[in-house]
Structure formats: structure tokens, C-alpha cells
């Protein structure tokens, strides 16, 4: 199965250098499952030329708001819009998970309460209590009609949403280890308007384990489930 890793956002310098690029962390993630996979650099306008160039597609984080003027948005949002018809299936990763649900008719904003940073538990349905790295302020505030919660938390209510068989989002970073994190944590110190409090939270939990091995086991099997051929 070809998936197709469309590069919303790109590292740091200093963490590419370390750990690489999106689409080898997720390529990383999800060794094993006998995917084979095409990156397309989005935020640069470098796209598929139709929706079913691969046989699913990943939206990777990005440092930009969904609901922002940036050139790559619309092309994006109608690619997401025409992949969902065809019902070619979508994961969308932080940004991701917030561009699907904003180009499907939900309502994504900066959230009034800030910053979720660094390992965060989620409750995820049929599988209970994971943890995963965060790294976010925007959040899917209003739903899409077909979008279903399947993981939630007291700070993020739509961690993750599924849209039948046509895509699986989520706010967190499974893509993300600890070491990334806490290089993330050391880096932006300081900067924009990250609370000291969050980015200490954030270094001293970057040694704990994470779940990343579950959420890569739920993208791999929701890209492998059976699905009808669909025309339009």
C-alpha cells in the first residue's frame, strides 16, 4: 500500500539534523506494515497531481493555523475535500487532524485556554488511557457532520475524530519521541509565547514512555481496513 505523506510543515534545522524530517519520523512509526510511501512538500505547493496518485494520504503538523491566509490552504482544502469524495483514506497529525476537520465543515480556533505541551494522556475508546506528546494552541472547536470523538481529555475534547472509513485525525504528535520533544522543549525556550511552566512540564516528562506504538498500530489499521471501490 503507497501512502502518500503530504508535508504540511517542516522541523527545525537543528531537529531535522537529529531526527530527521516529518516524513521520516512517520515513515519511522510505521515500519513494519509494509507501506511503501511518496512525499509531497504541500506547504511549498508541491502536490499530487489527483487524489488517487497513492492509495491513502498523511497531513503532517505545521507550525501554521489552518484558518490562516497562506497559499498551500486552499489547494489543500479542495485536495481534502476531493480525496474524501473518492473516498481515498486521510490520518491527518495535529495540523492534520485540524485542516480535514475545518475543510470538512468544522470550526478550528486558538484555544482560550493556551498551550497543550510534552507527553499528555488521552482516553481513547476500545483502547483506554494513552499517552502521547502534544504540541498545540489551535483546536478542532466545532465538529464536521461525519466526524465521530474517539479520544479526549479534559484540555483537548476532539483529540481525535473518525470519519467513517475515510479518516482518522488526531491532535497529538505519535510521530514524536521523547528525545524530540525535549529537544523541541530546549529550542523554543523562551520564545513566542510558551509558558515556562508548560516547556519545564514538558522537558521533565520527555523521559517518561509513550504510546506511540498504539496510535501507530490504529493508523496502520485504518489504512489497511477493506473498503468498496467508490466512483465520485
Known amino acids: 500500500m503507497k501512502i502518500g505523506i503530504l508535508e ?17 519520523m512517520f515513515a519511522r512509526l510505521l515500519d513494519g506494515n509494509g507501506f511503501s510511501f511518496a512525499n509531497y512538500d504541500v506547504e511549498f505547493m508541491q502536490f499530487p497531481e489527483s487524489v488517487s496518485e497513492c492509495d491513502g494520504w498523511l497531513l503532517t503538523g505545521s507550525k501554521h493555523g489552518a484558518y490562516e491566509d497562506h497559499a498551500f490552504i ?13 473516498g481515498v483514506p486521510m490520518v491527518g497529525i495535529c495540523f492534520g487532524h ?5 475543510a470538512l465543515g468544522g ?10 505541551l510534552g507527553l499528555t494522556e488521552y482516553e481513547f475508546d476500545d483502547v483506554g488511557t494513552v499517552s502521547l ?8 472547536i466545532t465538529l464536521p457532520e461525519d466526524a465521530r470523538v474517539v479520544a479526549s481529555n479534559d484540555f483537548c475534547a476532539n483529540a481525535a475524530l473518525v470519519y467513517n472509513d475515510r479518516a482518522f485525525t488526531v ?4 510521530e514524536f519521541s521523547g528525545p524530540i520533544i525535549g529537544d523541541y522543549a530546549d529550542m523554543r525556550r ?6 515556562d511552566t508548560l516547556m519545564d512540564r514538558a522537558k521533565a516528562r520527555a523521559s517518561e514512555p509513550d ?11 485504518f489504512f489497511k481496513q477493506p473498503r468498496e471501490a467508490r466512483h465520485g
Not at 486552499?74 to 473518492?86: D, G, K, W
Not at 485540524?98 to 475545518?102: F, G, K, L, T
Not at 506528546?133 to 478542532?140: I, K, M, P, T, Y
Open 133 to 140: 506528546n502534544a504540541w498545540h494552541q489551535d483546536q478542532v
Open 190 to 195: 523562551g520564545t513566542a509565547d510558551y509558558p
Open 98 to 102: 485540524q485542516i480535514i476537520a475545518q
Open 211 to 221: 504510546h506511540n506504538a498504539v496510535l501507530a498500530a490504529q493508523i496502520a489499521a
Open 171 to 174: 491532535q497529538p504528535h505519535p
Open 8 to 24: 504540511c510543515g517542516h522541523t527545525m534545522p537543528e531537529v531535522k539534523t537529529k531526527h530527521g524530517t516529518f516524513p521520516e
Open 74 to 86: 486552499a489547494p489543500l482544502t479542495t485536495f481534502i475535500r476531493e480525496s474524501y469524495a473518492a
Open 107 to 116: 470550526h478550528v480556533e486558538k484555544f482560550k485556554d493556551g498551550w497543550s
